[in-house]
């Protein structure tokens, strides 16, 4: 068992120590989320709903060239809001994401843009199945050489029953394992 222990911690160790960073050949895991609070407007301008979302994006992807990404990303996302029932959504769909600076800095900006192919489920309605899209642009901080702490600024425009467009700010990690 204690052996067990020693060698698990010293794979974890090895992984994260691994200076896998954005280039070819190697492997991105992790993901984001935001946190939404909005209001529907109607023509007349007046407020009708407001309420609270959350959204998680947990992805993979490889690097197929220097700082250039294509991977996959999974879709969660729960609503709740005054006014209108509460929402539920499950999706996944390709993402592409590029990094401007060199893979040695610690700190670096990338842009990164998806598209999710979902079925959403409004309480008392039938599912319906749609897509959006979504850009974000950002920074992420490196805590070694493996793992990323990600800043972003998102605009998502995704079409239910209704269109919404909307900016977030969101927050993530990104592993980077080396091939």
């Given amino acids: ?19 896998a960073q ?18 529907t407007i109607n023509p007349k301008n007046e407020i009708i709903s ?11 992807g490889y690097f197929i060239v220097d700082k250039l990404v294509l991977g996959v990303n999974v879709n969660f996302n729960y609503g709740k809001n005054v006014g209108i029932p509460s ?18 800095k610690k700190i670096n900006l990338f842009t990164d843009a998806n598209i999710i192919f979902y079925t959403s489920k409004t309480q008392g309605s039938d599912s319906e199945n749609t897509n959006s899209y979504r850009f974000k642009a950002g920074s992420v901080i490196y805590l070694n050489s493996s793992v990323g702490l990600e800043i972003t600024l998102n605009y998502k425009s995704q079409k239910l029953f209704y269109t919404s467009k909307y900016f977030t700010i969101g927050i993530g990690f990104q592993i980077h394992l080396e091939k």
């Fill in 1 to 19: 068992m204690k052996k067990t222990k020693i060698i698990a911690f010293l794979l974890l160790a090895s992984a994260l120590a691994a200076n």
């Fill in 22 to 39: 954005i280039t070819k050949g190697n492997w991105m895991v992790g993901g984001d989320g935001n946190y939404t609070n909005s209001k």
């Fill in 50 to 60: 407001s309420g609270n979302s959350i959204r998680l994006f947990p992805n993979i």
């Fill in 87 to 104: 929402n539920t959504a499950f999706g996944a769909g390709p993402f592409i994401r590029y990094y401007f600076l060199k893979p040695e």
